[in-house]
């Protein structure tokens, strides 16, 4: 195999996992900002503290979600660079 081009497998399969990445990372920022929000409507949090716990919830489902992506992407990346 010409070690300086990726044939169309390998390529296939780089977007698939950045889509599985992509799609991973979304579902588990959503699930982080729907417990958030649910913290906020069960416990009748009004105010700025809701606006607290809202923002928190939003950046901790931003961070988790980039966390995912960059994890996946990396993973996929040594088992490739592997031979796997």
Not at 42 to 62: F, K, Q, W
Not at 65 to 83: A, P
């Amino acid at each position: 195999m010409d070690m300086g081009r990726e044939s169309r497998w390998e390529k296939d399969a780089m977007t698939v996992e950045i889509v599985f990445a992509l799609v991973t990372a979304a579902v588990l920022a959503a699930v982080i900002f729907a417990v958030a929000l649910t913290l906020v409507l069960t416990l009748g949090v009004s105010g700025s503290a809701e606006r607290g716990v809202l923002a928190a919830g939003g950046l901790l489902a931003v961070m988790a979600g980039v966390w995912r992506l960059v994890r996946v992407l990396l993973r996929f990346d040594e088992r490739r660079r592997m031979g796997r």
